[in-house]
């Protein structure tokens, strides 16, 4: 059973003893049985209206206890106290002012002679009225004036208590007045611990009963400072009204047994104490080091860990955190955490925390979500969010681990771009196959056509020969042919029609190759590092461009100082080379200059590398802008004409092969990159 039970359980059975104990007193003056008005015969007996007086009071301590229903409870309790105070009051006014209402004497006044409330006992009926009346209030100070007049009945049921032990009248009674009654001091003594007991978390019983060392103090002093005073003093007494131990033999006997008792409690409660702090230290070294375990393990976190109490007040920040949002720990101590979260989301925050701290019911706690946060400067980043709320004691304490999705979601739209790029590559590859075969049609079908078209010149060769013979035999056809060779201008045709086929065919081959660099970059079988032929990987990439250069008026100069092999994955460098043209080309482009530009290329060999120079005169790169160009998506070209992963892929596909890229610019006079790959692959 907990403490707190089992002090409602002494509530319920001190309000039904000291219930029990006004009944009986009743039932003995109903029925003059002597033996329950009064303890012993000779004893003075309860008075009728103290009887009724302690099962009102009874009444309205078992009213405001724990097991009664709320509904009308408390005013009918109050109305009870109301009523014993108003009596004791009351009696004690008829002492002070010296009339007599007789209200303690309407019941039963033929048999109770001078028997009335004593003096004591009104104004124990006084102070346990008060203490009643506020025994359950909402404001502290009235509980604490319970507590008080509740323990001045105490006292003075005390002094009745120990003066009925000792014969000692002083104690029990007021002057010449009636004494309080045996059975009234126990029903007082009762009554008061149910007062008491039934604040367990208030005054005298709190400290009794908590865990404490002064709680372990008291229990173990408290009833040795009572009972062992009052019981070695009660067996002097009978020693020497039995005339068996001298007066001054008593009082040695007293000191002595006080002194030994004393010493043995405070013996044991040392001991006791002594291995309390032993206890409490080692806990507190236990506590010492999971705090530093924990205080380890947050800040070595790789996820910010941020807890707040109930309200959203920050308690701890640690370091990951400072670093994600900007903010030193010491700046967000004891704030709020709509410091962390956009305007957008502050305004449900406090609702949420609104309705958690009314029902225990939230959306995201327990859960992990995505959000945006708030850094220092202002900036909003994405983040994901882990949240539990935590009961310490009373209070509830929100957890939060929380990670920058900043660079996810960057990967994650690098990853949707490359698949789109693959999937631009599939269609690349299928449309390279659909056109070949006809482009091989028609390449077969030129061939065909210059060969008979050869043939047919020489046909024309000779009929013109005998064109005087024909117009002497046929005269009206030579002039039909003659006509129809003036129409469709026959010397034009004999003189370039073998021309422009040759341009035809040379067209044909273009567009072959084009189609062949093309299904070279889209192939997207899994990548082979084999030897490659530097020059060959340029002049397919500088095809694909070929018509932008010559309307862009660029030139590209090339030198490769007798360096063209390579071991590599022969299309992911074009993809290089690719880029930085179109880079180069772009560049040249923004300047908007009419005589065009230059794109220069140089291939070196450097101890076991190769090194590959690639420059340009374009606009050149704004010097805050070099250190973000290899980052994924960063990109100074307007919206719509740039992704900014062209160099980000650049930037992987050199390092893949185990080598590096460099970039060098100034602002308006162009750009250079270097790469170094390994001649012999990665």
């Known amino acids: 059973m907990s403490g707190r039970a089992w002090l409602s359980t002494c509530t319920v059975l001190a309000t039904a003893a000291v219930g029990l104990l006004g009944l009986e007193a009743l039932v003995g003056w109903t029925f003059n049985l002597e033996i329950c008005k009064s303890l012993w015969p000779a004893a003075v007996a309860m008075n009728p209206a103290t009887a009724i007086l302690f099962v009102l009071a009874a009444l309205s301590l078992l009213l405001q206890g724990p097991a009664i229903g709320a509904s009308l409870r408390v005013s009918a309790a109050r109305l009870l106290a109301a009523i014993v105070l108003a009596a004791g009051v009351l009696r004690l006014c008829e002492y002070g002012f010296g009339f007599d209402l007789g209200f303690d ?89 149910g007062v008491l007991c039934a604040q367990p978390d208030h005054g005298v019983v709190a400290l009794l009963t908590s865990r404490t060392t002064s709680g372990l103090l008291a229990r173990l002093l408290l009833p040795a400072a009572v009972l062992l005073p009052a019981v070695f003093g009660w067996l002097w007494l009978q020693g020497e009204r039995a005339h068996r131990v001298p007066a001054e033999m008593g009082a040695a006997l007293y000191a002595v047994a006080n002194i030994v008792v004393l010493s043995l409690i405070i013996g044991v409660t040392t001991r006791l104490l002594d291995r309390l702090d032993l206890r409490r230290r080692q806990t507190e070294d236990a506590l010492v080091r999971s705090e530093r375990r924990y205080r380890q393990v947050t800040e070595a976190s790789l996820d910010a860990i941020i807890v707040a109490d109930g309200v959203g007040r920050v308690l701890i920040f640690n370091p990951m955190a400072e670093k994600i949002f900007g903010y030193t720990a010491e700046e967000m101590m004891g704030q709020s955490l709509e410091r962390l979260m956009p305007a957008e989301f502050r305004e449900r925050h406090r609702r949420g925390l609104e309705r958690y701290a009314k029902t225990a019911e939230s959306h995201v706690i327990g859960r992990t979500i995505e959000l945006r946060g708030l850094r220092k400067d202002g900036s909003e980043f994405p983040l994901e969010l882990s949240l539990n709320a935590v009961k310490l004691g009373n209070t509830i304490q929100l957890v939060g681990a929380l990670r920058d999705l900043t660079e996810r979601h960057r990967m994650r739209a690098m990853m949707v771009q490359a698949e789109k790029l693959a999937s631009i590559g599939l269609l690349s590859a299928g449309i390279a196959h659909e056109i070949n075969n006809p482009i091989a049609y028609v390449a077969n079908n030129l061939v065909v056509l210059e060969r008979d078209l050869k043939a047919l010149l020489e046909l024309l060769a000779v009929y013109e020969a005998a064109h005087e013979r024909l117009a002497s035999a046929d005269p009206t056809s030579a002039e039909t042919a003659r006509t129809l060779a003036a129409d469709i201008d026959l010397p034009y045709i004999r003189a370039n029609s073998g021309h422009l086929l040759t341009r035809t065919r040379e067209g044909v081959q273009r567009v072959a190759r084009i189609v062949d660099s093309l299904r070279g970059l889209a192939r997207t079988d899994r990548p082979q590092m084999h030897e490659a032929s530097i020059p060959d990987l340029v002049e397919g990439t500088l095809e694909i461009l070929r018509s932008r250069l010559r309307r862009l008026n660029v030139h590209v100069e090339v030198n490769y100082n007798g360096q063209t092999q390579l071991r590599c994955v022969p299309t992911q460098i074009s993809q290089v080379f690719l880029n930085l043209f179109i880079n180069a080309l772009q560049a040249i482009e923004s300047t908007q200059r009419s005589e065009g530009g230059v794109i220069r290329l140089a291939v070196s060999a450097h101890g076991t590398d190769v090194v590959i120079d690639i ?51 100034q602002h308006g006079q162009g750009t250079q990159f270097r790469i170094v790959l390994p001649r012999a692959g990665r």
Not at 172 to 181: D, K, Q
């Open 615 to 665: 420059g340009d005169n374009g606009c050149g790169i704004e010097p805050q802008h070099l250190p973000h160009i290899f980052d994924p998506f960063f990109t100074t070209k307007p919206v719509g004409e740039g992704t900014g992963l062209g160099l980000a892929i650049t930037h992987e596909i050199i390092t893949g092969h185990g080598g590096h890229i460099h970039v060098e610019s």
């Open 105 to 193: 004497t309407w019941l039963f006044h033929d048999r109770l002679e001078n028997n009335v409330i004593a003096p004591n006992t009104a104004l124990n009926f006084a102070l346990l009225g008060v203490a009643l009346l506020f025994l359950k209030s909402a404001e502290v100070r009235f509980r604490r004036l319970a507590q008080l007049v509740a323990l001045v009945a105490a006292l003075i049921t005390l002094f009745a208590l120990i003066g009925y032990t000792y014969n000692v009248h002083g104690f029990y009674g007021v002057s010449s007045f009636i004494p309080m009654a045996p059975n009234t001091t126990v029903a007082f003594a009762l009554l008061t611990a």
